[in-house]
């Protein structure tokens, strides 16, 4: 983890030497994000771009989310585009664009510009994400269905059938999730 915060640090640092205008901190010193559902929804930001070098095709305000990634990750992501390789990286990029725009208006209008860091070889991948409305949509309609349904008591389904899914294995809810089962 240590090494993926380094990275983004880096990268942070490539993107402002490049010319671009990046923020990664309100002015208060707290990360751009969002709290909505008393709270039960949020997120935070890695950074917002307000301008960038003229030759680079990227309109303003955009989303910058930065993510890195072992070399077989990376590879797919290069090779497909975030939102065919990491669909959960695209469905959290849709939803921040959609949270962010009363406070950032634009910003989900403009393509997000998502940066994939290879930890094995530190090869940069940057790519444009256009906002998928729908998306964020039927995420956020996900969301509220997860929090209506647990208000309510009420047990969702599981995802997968065991425990030992591809899905389950990474899942940071595995423990309380099977654990009774
Ligand atoms: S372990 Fe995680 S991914 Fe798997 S069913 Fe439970 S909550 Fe869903």
């Not at 590879?75 to 975030?82: I, Y």
């Not at 290879?118 to 995420?139: C, H, T, Y």
Request: glycine letters at 8%; one cysteine or more; aromatic letters at 10%.
């Amino acid at each position: 983890f240590e090494v993926g915060h380094a990275l983004e640090d880096l990268a942070i640092r490539w993107l402002r030497l490049a010319g671009f205008e990046l923020y990664t901190r309100r002015a208060d010193g707290e990360q751009f994000g969002f709290s909505v559902a008393g709270g039960r929804i949020q997120g935070h930001v890695d950074g917002i771009l307000a301008a960038g070098p003229a030759d680079i095709e990227l309109a303003y305000p955009a989303l910058w989310e930065c993510k890195t990634m072992n070399d077989k990750s990376w590879r797919e992501t290069v090779k497909q585009g975030v939102t065919r390789a990491k669909p959960i990286y695209a469905a959290q990029i849709a939803v921040y664009q959609a949270y962010m725009e009363g406070a950032v208006p634009g910003i989900a209008s403009n393509p997000a510009l998502f940066t994939a860091i290879n930890k094995d070889s530190e090869e940069i991948w940057f790519e444009r994400v256009p906002f998928d409305g729908g998306l964020a949509q039927r995420m956020s309609d996900r969301a509220v269905r997860v929090i209506t349904a647990t208000e309510a008591g009420e047990l969702l389904p599981r995802h997968a059938t065991t425990p030992t899914h591809v899905t389950c294995k990474s899942c940071p809810w595995q423990d309380r999730c099977w654990g009774s089962a």
